[in-house]
């Protein structure tokens, strides 16, 4: 498979329509292809190691290469910043009590971009839109310390029945090494 990277891309300017075709068009393409030589694994949802990782979406962090995981390994929830929000209690239980994952692994990374924004954006938002949005940013300053915050967040949830294996780290996106931080 081949791997592209931001630099091997259209600049921002030319990455939505390209020769007539938005991203999102080869995106179905690329699908058709893979669906072409596609097998069904014969995997049903419940993943074989049992864990959930919970990540930053930042797209540079291929998580099932750098944990060295292959398909129906693990649950992956992501989101802006890799935070424990109230959708990621969500999915973690719902991962736990009907999937049977006992393990959860937090990954926050280096130069993410929830160290550059404040809650502020949400009053620009309102003030642009004309209306507040509900959700927080999650914004933060210290990985390391939004880290231990979501490792808390897992460990106190009245609705996560496992919650004796829940570690968090930090991705150096320069080195791709873990860093594990220590919850106290």
């Not at 891309?9 to 329509?17: D, K, L």
């Not at 959708?87 to 926050?108: E, F, N, P, W």
């Not at 967040?153 to 919650?163: A, I, K, N, Q």
Request: proline share 3%; net charge negative.
């Amino acid at each position: 498979m081949d791997m592209t990277t931001s630099a091997s891309v259209p600049a921002a300017s030319e990455s939505a329509t390209v020769a007539d075709h938005t991203v999102t068009d080869r995106l179905v393409e690329a699908n058709e292809r893979y669906a072409a030589a596609f097998a069904d694994p014969g995997m049903d949802a419940r993943p074989v190691q049992r864990v959930a990782v919970v990540a930053c979406m930042d797209a540079r962090l291929d998580l099932h290469a750098a944990l060295g995981l292959k398909l129906g390994d693990c649950h992956t929830i992501r989101n802006a910043g890799g935070v424990v929000t109230d959708d990621v209690i969500r999915s973690l239980t719902i991962s736990q009590r009907a999937l049977g994952t006992r393990s959860v692994a937090l990954i926050h990374h280096t130069g993410c971009g929830m160290e550059t924004i404040t809650e502020e954006f949400r009053h620009d938002l309102e003030l642009e839109v004309g209306q507040r949005p509900a959700w927080a940013v999650e914004a933060f300053r210290d990985a390391d310390q939004d880290v231990r915050q979501s490792i808390e967040r897992v460990r106190t949830s009245p609705f996560l029945l496992h919650t004796e294996d829940v570690r968090g780290f930090v991705f150096d996106v320069k080195t791709g090494l873990l860093r594990e931080v220590d919850p106290a």
